[in-house]
């Protein structure tokens, strides 16, 4: 009962956190643009979010004859829900809510578990646009998989453990961050890859795709879609911290969290959309091989210990 009522407090308070997250996106896009951004709706705008939702949840969803209407009703809210099935593995303080000694390996299946659900929101539409919109999705996030899957390999080399909470604990003397800040770099570049977010924002090219897998959607399918990505983009920088740094325990841990989701934030007023061959070279000729030399080199380290 205690972990249904922590897990149902913490949801709701990152999904508010999502709220706020959107508003100080737009807020930083419109200072980098000199404009002022939205200021309309309560104090400076800070209602903003919650009057979109409003105006989201309230519109009527038009469906197209030939779409799939079970799974363009499910998959949305879908993508939203493994996105809340990471929280229990998170370590605020010491602890998760979800103390497994394996909870790297929950991640990478839930994480894995997230392609198929937007392949399945671009082929329900039954639209070309929004399927070859899914189809640059998923080969994107397939190919940074690897990459992103080898750095936390590494970071569990380092520590001789499978769970965020040992991995945490470890790092009480000095942060992994000092002495691999190429593979921090790594790190975010490829959450960068693998959130879709700019400039690898392809399953959004608006030039060629309008508007990518999510196209067809409008209304409360497009909101739990939009709240899916940022939700998603806050619990990699609470992982980028905890595998980087330490817990979520002490306050300047909290300012290195909030500095990562700017950062975030900033890549997108600042960098064009990469070209997509560009994007795969990335990852598999530079980010592959360097990840597995990092990994063979902190195993000689390891038997060289032993």
């Not at 997509?276 to 060289?304: A, E, R, V």
Request: net charge neutral; proline share 3%.
């Amino acid at each position: 009962m205690t972990f249904m009522i922590n897990y149902i407090l913490i949801t709701i308070s990152i999904l508010v956190s999502v709220a706020f997250y959107t508003i100080l996106e737009r807020k930083i896009l419109g200072y980098m643009q000199i404009r002022k951004g939205p200021n309309k709706v309560g104090l400076l705008g800070i209602l903003q979010p919650f009057s979109d939702a409003l105006k989201l949840f309230n519109k009527n969803l038009m469906t197209a004859e030939n779409m799939n209407l079970f799974l363009s009703y499910i998959t949305p809210a879908m993508s939203l829900f493994i996105s809340i099935m990471l929280i229990p593995i998170i370590s605020f303080n010491m602890y998760s809510l979800y103390d497994n000694k394996h909870s790297i390996l929950l991640f990478f299946i839930l994480s894995s578990t997230a392609v198929y659900f937007i392949l399945l929101i671009g082929w329900s539409a039954n639209s070309k646009y929004s399927y070859m919109g899914s189809i640059r999705s998923v080969a994107q996030m397939i190919s940074y998989e690897v990459s992103f899957f080898l750095i936390i390999l590494f970071i569990s080399i380092m520590a001789f453990s499978y769970s965020f909470n040992e991995i945490s604990k470890s790092q009480y003397m000095m942060s992994f961050f000092w002495g691999n800040i190429m593979m921090f770099m790594m790190w975010m570049i490829t959450c960068l890859a693998e959130t879709n977010r700019s400039p690898f924002d392809f399953a959004e090219g608006e030039s060629e795709l309008v508007s990518g897998f999510n196209v067809e959607y409008m209304g409360g399918w497009f909101a739990l879609i939009f709240l899916a990505e940022y939700m998603s983009m806050i619990i990699l920088s609470m992982m980028s911290v905890m595998m980087f740094f330490s817990n979520l325990s002490s306050p300047h841990l909290w300012t290195i969290l909030i500095s990562i989701t700017i950062l975030l934030l900033w890549v997108r007023g600042t960098y064009p959309r990469f070209r997509y061959d560009m994007l795969m070279k990335l990852s598999w000729k530079i980010f592959l091989p360097i990840s597995i030399l990092y990994i063979i080199l902190s195993m000689n380290q390891m038997f060289f210990n032993i």
